[in-house]
């Protein structure tokens, strides 16, 4: 006995502790994410809004370059003033010296896995024998009146060391003179190069990250000088630029900016194109395919500059070739009339002049309807066979048909799905301001996000990539060793298109569709698009701002999807199916012999049947009784009684619902991928008929692995399906259906002789 106790306390004691465990591990999930998020203050407040004492830097640029079309060099000098809005003195500057990645040994290419792999492509062959040197060759720092300044260059950053600290007001005005080589984008892949055409002798340069520039300096990480290794973008501060670019006469350019000296580079019919494309229902050609394979096919003599102003950009960046063709419409935004712009080789007709300026309005409109009004004058597609990269006002592009002019289906949407994705990068990163050294889902997530709802309303059944639940099941039902947070500093992410671009898009498209709704999803998410653009927001302010403009709780979505790796796998493990007591003791015997009938037999009872030939009672039926005609069926009086007097002290309400008969279902959850998300469950009536019930993901608040849930039905239910829209991401289909759906696959059958 004293045994038996013992076990029996222990048993409490183990449940009682596994109660505890479940209740600890559910509220780690759902718990808020205070100690994760950075304590609000005067800079970034609670609210996810910028704080009443918010401030940001600027830095203003007035940049000469020379392309030499002869060595593939880009020379260049700039004036940099820089204003320091902070309350901060400073002793030093920090500059970005991007295209130092590309110099020889640098950690870029030294930290690079390699392993030989029998099915390598040229490029990555190639890269093995890769002697180029790309980095920036500094020649000059120089303060305002030439005096030499004492600088510092660590890799990718440099470091001007000032004679005296700037302090808060301040501006500082510094020159810096530099030249590189500028690398050939085919063979390395990059997101700045050029293109060399051996059938016409000519070059086009898709040229970006050209020019040292400021670092940004903030409220929250101080300088932001991490070293640039290839994947984690840029972080940069706004300014007014202008941008001078000297290439060979016949040369065609476009960049970041409106063009100011359209007179002294464009022909009068050039200039009246332009003003005929603003109001035109389809793009107008500037520069047409016969005029520009007029300019490829001679090299004038001399040299020719075109000026660009851009106001209030992190950036710039151009294009600039013989071989441009170049059409244009204008889109209108209130009083403000904007020009879409692309700019290609003869090489891309039959592709680009279809899709090219239309893909860039329509992403123009669409982007506009869910943040704000597109608020730069010009936006533009520059076509580069080896990239897609994003810059303001301009981005690059691949996709070319083949030779003949033909292209495939894959080709002709894997182009218009770049050039959306590159020009809504306007509004994600390049306005609202987020730091992509640190963060790539805060620039490529939200962006991939909208590129999908941009697609969804290009074309019905756009084959789109990214944004619908069910088309990340792979990823996060993978292998856990290849997937990290999306929460992971850009330079560690592991399979960077899945985090940084597939996942935290559809996080977005869930919160829309499922947690939050449209309604509320599109308010909070254009409050935070509003709120930072032109500014510098960090991860919280997002989720700050979600819940602030929604009154939606999200922490336990941020902790799950953002902070974690778990995926989502939820099981419909059991199904029980009740009735109410009758207490009409006849119907409820019949119902059980029904019920009985359809039970297995025991094997025992079976085989005894012709084992045993006779019983006792068989051979002396005189020894039988009124108990050897016993009915288990049968009931007595007394069970009569006693089912009367329980049914006359129901109250009328409860005599009211067990006249109805309703259907009572247990249904027994599992949470078996970790990730806590809403019940969606389908219920498909016998009769043919179904409906949807939706439970909040809250119903896992204290037990995060198991929930049960009882549903009350006038109607049988035939099935029960989780999920039943795809909008969870549930990767796991099969333990979504009761009764069990197989989902049909093959196998090959294979003679070792093949």
């Not at 490829?296 to 960046?317: H, I, M, P």
């Amino acid at each position: 006995m004293l045994k038996r106790s013992l076990l029996a306390i222990l048993s409490l004691f183990l449940l009682a502790q596994y109660g505890w465990a479940q209740e600890e591990r559910a509220h780690e999930k759902f718990k808020q994410l205070y100690e994760e998020l950075p304590t609000p203050n005067q800079y970034h407040n609670a609210a996810g809004a910028p704080g009443h004492q918010y401030w940001q830097q600027r830095a203003d640029y007035n940049i000469q370059v020379r392309l030499d079309d002869e060595k593939q060099r880009i020379y260049g000098k700039e004036r940099i003033a820089y204003y320091n809005n902070s309350p901060d003195e400073l002793s030093y500057l920090w500059l970005q010296l991007d295209q130092n990645v590309r110099a020889k040994g640098s950690d870029a290419q030294i930290t690079e896995s390699q392993k030989l792999d029998p099915q390598m492509y040229s490029y990555q062959v190639m890269e093995l024998f890769n002697d180029f040197d790309g980095g920036f060759k500094i020649e000059q720092v120089s303060g305002k009146k030439g005096e030499t300044l004492k600088y510092t260059i660590n890799k990718t950053m440099m470091r001007i060391d000032l004679d005296r600290p700037l302090k808060p007001g301040e501006k500082f005005e510094f020159d810096v003179k530099w030249w590189y080589n500028i690398n050939d984008g085919i063979k390395t892949r990059a997101r700045s190069g050029y293109e060399y055409f051996p059938e016409d002798d000519n070059y086009m340069y898709n040229i970006a990250q050209f020019y040292p520039r400021m670092c940004a300096y903030n409220a929250v990480d101080g300088w932001q000088n991490k070293q640039f290794l290839g994947r984690g973008e840029f972080t940069l501060s706004f300014g007014n630029f202008n941008l001078e670019i000297t290439v060979p006469k016949n040369f065609i350019v476009g960049a970041t900016g409106v063009l100011q000296n359209s007179k002294d580079v464009l022909s009068k019919t050039q200039r009246e194109r332009i003003e005929k494309a603003r109001t035109a229902k389809d793009p107008v050609f500037i520069i047409t395919e016969e005029e520009a394979k007029a300019n490829e096919s001679k090299k004038g003599e001399g040299s020719q500059t075109w000026r660009f102003y851009a106001s209030n950009v992190r950036d710039v960046a151009f294009v600039a070739s013989r071989k441009l063709i170049w059409d244009a419409q204008g889109v209108q935004f209130g009083d403000r009339n904007v020009l879409a712009i692309s700019y290609y080789p003869k090489e891309c007709m039959g592709l680009w002049d279809k899709y090219s300026t239309r893909a860039v309005v329509h992403t123009l409109k669409t982007y506009s309807k869910y943040t704000f009004d597109y608020p730069y004058p010009v936006a533009i597609s520059s076509h580069a066979n080896f990239t897609g990269m994003e810059y303001p006002m301009i981005c690059f592009n691949y996709g070319r048909p083949r030779p003949d002019g033909t292209y495939s289906e894959r080709l002709k949407y894997g182009m218009i799905g770049v050039i959306i994705h590159e020009i809504g990068h306007n509004y994600f990163p390049m306005i609202v301001n987020s730091d992509e050294r640190q963060w790539t889902w805060m620039d490529e997530g939200l962006n991939t996000f909208l590129q999908y709802l941009t697609e969804v309303e290009w074309e019905r059944d756009y084959p789109t990539r990214r944004g619908p639940a069910y088309k990340i099941t792979d990823y996060m039902g993978g292998d856990k060793n290849g997937i990290v947070p999306i929460m992971t500093n850009s330079e560690s992410i592991l399979q960077f298109g899945n985090n940084a671009y597939g996942k935290p898009a559809t996080a977005l498209n869930i919160l829309r569709e499922t947690i939050m709704g449209r309604e509320l999803f599109d308010h909070a998410f254009k409050e935070y698009a509003n709120r930072w653009k032109f500014k510098h927001p960090t991860p919280a302010d997002f989720f700050r701002t979600m819940e602030d403009a929604s009154g939606v709780d999200l922490d336990w979505f941020w902790r799950g999807w953002f902070y974690g790796t778990d995926h989502v796998d939820i099981s419909l493990d059991e199904i029980k199916h009740y009735h109410l007591n009758t207490f009409n003791p006849e119907q409820e015997m019949s119902m059980q012999k029904i019920w009985d009938a359809d039970d297995p037999t025991y094997i025992g009872d079976i085989r005894n049947k012709e084992s045993v030939k006779e019983t006792v009672m068989e051979r002396y039926p005189d020894l039988r009784d009124k108990y050897n005609d016993r009915d288990k069926y049968r009931v007595d009086e007394e069970t009569q009684r006693n089912s009367l007097f329980a049914y006359q002290n129901l109250s009328a309400e409860e005599k009211e619902v067990l006249a109805k008969d309703y259907n009572y279902y247990q249904v027994d959850f599992k949470n078996v991928g970790g990730l806590v998300m809403p019940i969606i469950i389908e219920l498909k009536y016998v009769d043919g008929s179904s409906e949807v019930r939706y439970i909040p993901a809250e119903v896992w608040r204290y037990n995060s692995d198991k929930v049960s849930k009882v549903f009350v039905t006038e109607k049988e239910i035939k099935e029960f399906i989780l999920d039943p829209y795809l909008e969870t991401a549930d990767v796991e289909r099969e333990n979504n259906y009761f009764p069990r759906r197989r989902k049909p696959t093959r196998f090959e059958m294979f003679s070792p002789r093949q």
